[in-house]
C-alpha cells in the first residue's frame, strides 16, 4: 500500500535480534569478569578433572606448523593460556595479537605477558564479531570460544581474507555429538553451559556453521572429532594467492605493536 510498514516491520525485526546479540555479549562479558580471577586454574577442571585441554591446546597449535617469525591471531585469547605454546613456535621474530571481549580476561593476559617478558605480543579489546584482521596474517587460532559467536561464520570468512598466502586457520571448539548417548552429550554440551543458553546453543550447531565456513573459504580443510565427538579440531589453508605473495613476518601493519610487554591494549571498546 506504500504506507512503509513493511520496512518498518523489518527495522522492527533487526532490532529484536540486535538487541538479543547485546544481551548475550553483555552476559558473556559479565560471566569471564566473575571467572577471570581465577580461570587458569577452573579452566582445568571443567567439565570434569583431568579433561585434557592442555594437550588439545598444543594439538592445535601444532595444525598450524609454525615457523620462527610467523604472526599469530589468538581469538577470544581470554588469560593467554596459549600464548606460551606459540611462543615456543614463533620465537622473539613473530608476533601474537590476542583478541578478547572482555576486560578482566585481558588484564590476566597482560599480566602473563609482564611476567615472561615477552615484547612481541600486543593486546586487542574487540568483540570477535568486529575485529578488524590485520593484512598477511600468517595464522589464525580459536579455542574453545568461536562457538559462542552468533555470527562465526563471517568470522571465519574475514579472518581468512586476511591470511597470508598459505596461512592457516585454526579452530578448537566444542560440539553435540552425533548419534551418541545423552551423558556425552552432556560431556559436550557441559563446557558453553555457564556461558551461553544452552538450548539456544545446541539449536544453532555452531560447529556446523563453522565447519561450512572453513569449507568455503579456506582450502585442504581437516575435521577430526575428539573425545566421543564431544569437541573438534577444524584446520584449513588460505588458498593459493598471486606469485611473489609470501607469509607475513613482522610488518608494521600488525593492530598494538609496541616496544615492551607493558604496553597498553590497543582498539578499546566499552567494556
Given at each position: ?18 538487541s ?7 552476559r ?19 567439565p ?20 620462527a617469525g ?15 605454546l606459540?611462543?615456543?613456535?614463533i620465537?622473539p ?16 593476559a597482560?599480566d ?13 579489546h ?19 570460544a568461536l562457538s ?15 591470511l ?22 552432556q ?37 577430526t ?14 588458498r ?5 605473495d ?5 610488518s608494521p ?19
Amino acid at each position: 500500500m506504500g504506507d512503509g510498514r513493511p520496512h518498518g516491520d523489518a527495522t522492527g525485526i533487526e532490532q529484536h535480534t540486535a538487541s538479543q546479540a547485546d544481551r548475550g555479549r553483555d552476559r558473556l562479558i559479565e560471566t569471564y569478569r566473575k571467572k577471570a580471577k581465577h580461570y587458569d586454574v577452573t579452566s582445568r577442571l571443567y567439565p570434569v578433572p583431568g579433561y585434557p585441554h592442555g594437550a588439545l591446546r598444543r594439538r592445535a597449535v601444532q595444525a598450524f606448523g609454525l615457523r620462527a617469525g610467523d604472526s599469530v591471531v589468538d581469538i577470544a585469547c581470554g588469560t593467554g593460556l596459549n600464548f606460551p605454546l606459540i611462543e615456543e613456535a614463533i620465537g622473539p621474530g613473530g608476533r601474537i595479537i590476542g583478541v578478547d571481549l572482555t576486560d578482566a580476561m585481558l588484564a590476566h593476559a597482560r599480566d602473563r605477558i609482564a611476567a615472561n617478558g615477552w615484547s612481541n605480543v600486543s593486546l586487542v579489546h574487540a568483540d570477535a564479531a568486529e575485529f578488524e584482521f590485520p593484512a598477511r596474517v600468517s595464522a589464525i587460532l580459536s579455542t574453545y570460544a568461536l562457538s559462542q559467536v552468533p555470527d562465526c561464520a563471517a568470522v571465519i570468512a574475514r579472518g581468512a581474507a586476511a591470511l597470508a598466502g598459505g596461512g592457516r586457520w585454526v579452530v578448537l571448539d566444542v560440539k553435540v555429538p552425533d548419534n551418541t548417548p545423552r551423558r556425552l552429550t552432556q560431556l559436550g554440551t557441559a563446557l558453553v553451559r555457564p556461558h551461553a543458553a544452552i538450548d539456544e546453543w545446541i539449536m544453532r550447531r555452531p560447529w556446523e556453521a563453522i565447519r561450512a565456513a572453513m569449507q568455503d573459504e579456506l582450502a585442504d580443510l581437516s575435521w577430526t572429532e575428539l573425545l566421543f565427538g564431544t569437541a573438534f579440531l577444524a584446520a584449513g589453508s588460505r588458498r593459493s594467492l598471486t606469485a611473489g605473495d609470501g607469509r607475513l613476518v613482522g610488518s608494521p601493519g600488525l593492530p598494538g605493536e609496541h616496544a615492551g610487554p607493558a604496553a597498553g591494549i590497543g582498539g578499546q571498546r566499552p567494556g
